[in-house]
């Protein structure tokens, strides 16, 4: 009688987590047809700023009205109704409802929108950066020579990390290799970054034992949705951050903190940038912009984009806040473990 009670508990218990892990599936926003993304962005014209995003299969105008809205989260929201291909009227008044209130967008031979005429205006495409839908904008730093990356390793090794860094609890590094389902993809340790050179001259991944067991919880949490976390920066030894900066130009030197005044929380173990893939295939998930993308698509906050890149942000901001994990508004993929507490900046070479 036990064992009968203990496999029907048994067998109750492995359907509710079917259900749980179909309806958490289940939640996930269709994907946007490419055409339908090959127009979503950024057009302005007449002093005036304009947004068009994709939200559940319907395409939106966001009109800001103020410059500092960067991520166009204030803005007045105009759903659009399709009259055929690249046809549209806005459907409630509103600043562009004018004599002439059909929307029409215009695309280039590879089928990318370059302008959109709304109100009887015209309003120009700005290509921001090289997520799906958007033209590459090839942002990246001045190339160094291999002789100029040697002479800054160099300088950046025989560099002295200041005292008042390495105050604080020091983290015990852990491979990140050892947490479940964790993707590894280390972009500065390859040429594919913004350096367009590695920055690490191995690829494996080290977090601190905290962070670790962290980022264990978030991945147990995204299991049913069949994603798991991506892991595309972690561990930073304090001489890599001294080589980044030495690496930027001068007028760009603001991009990245100063290593020498207040470090990376990169460098203490326990800031991650992470990103989400699928667990069955192993792809990276597309999201609503790339690494280190220059763009207002960066933001924790940014309106455009679609359903289904938005909720993949959400979802990920929301898994790692759970596991004690903060965000910044800045980069939507940078999350770092209990940030109140007072971290030890690391110079160690695992």
């Given at each position: 009688m036990k064992l009968k009670t203990f496999m029907t508990g048994l067998l109750a218990g492995l359907c509710l987590f079917i259900e749980v892990e179909t309806l958490a599936?289940?939640?996930l926003p269709k994907d946007a047809p490419k055409d339908i993304k090959h127009i979503l962005g950024f057009y302005f014209g007449n002093g005036e700023n304009i947004l068009i995003r994709e939200n559940m299969g319907h395409l939106e105008l966001l009109?800001?009205?103020?410059?500092?809205d960067k991520c166009f989260k204030d803005a007045n929201v105009f759903p659009l109704t399709k009259d055929f291909f690249d046809s549209y009227t806005i459907l409630e008044n509103g600043p562009l409802r004018m004599q002439d209130a059909a929307i029409?967008?215009?695309?280039?031979?590879?089928?990318?929108g370059i302008s959109m005429r709304a109100g009887g205006n015209l309003y120009?495409?700005?290509?921001?950066?090289?997520?799906?839908?958007?033209?590459?904008?090839?942002?990246?730093?001045?190339?160094?020579?291999d002789e100029e990356w040697t002479a800054m390793r160099k300088s950046a090794l025989e560099a002295t990390m200041p005292d008042f860094l390495q105050v604080g609890e020091k983290a015990e590094l852990v491979p990140a290799?050892?947490?479940p389902n964790l993707k590894e993809n280390n972009v500065y340790a390859t040429s594919e970054n913004l350096f367009q050179a590695p920055l690490y001259e191995s690829k494996p991944m080290y977090v601190g034992q905290a962070c670790s067991s962290a980022l264990s919880k978030v991945n147990e949490r995204l299991k049913p949705y069949?994603?798991?976390?991506?892991?595309?920066?972690?561990?930073?030894?304090?001489?890599i951050s001294k080589l980044a900066n030495l690496a930027l130009p001068d007028n760009g030197k603001d991009m990245l903190s100063d290593p020498d005044k207040e470090g990376s929380a990169h460098n203490t173990g326990n800031a991650v940038d992470v990103s989400l893939y699928d667990l069955e295939t192993g792809e990276e998930?597309?999201?609503?912009?790339?690494?280190?993308?220059?763009?207002?698509?960066?933001?924790?906050?940014?309106?455009g984009g679609t359903s289904k890149q938005r909720f993949l942000?959400?979802?990920?901001q929301k898994e790692m806040e759970l596991a004690g994990f903060k965000g910044i508004e800045m980069e939507w993929w940078h999350f770092e473990y209990q940030p109140d507490k007072k971290w030890a900046k690391l110079n160690i070479k695992p």
């Open positions: 599936a289940q939640n009109y800001r009205t103020k410059l500092e029409k967008f215009q695309r280039d031979k590879d089928g990318y120009t495409r700005r290509f921001m950066g090289n997520t799906v839908g958007d033209k590459p904008s090839g942002f990246s730093i001045k190339t160094h020579s290799n050892t947490i069949g994603l798991g976390l991506v892991l595309w920066d972690a561990y930073r030894p304090w001489y998930l597309e999201m609503i912009s790339t690494f280190d993308e220059p763009s207002m698509r960066q933001y924790s906050s940014y309106a942000r959400e979802l990920l």
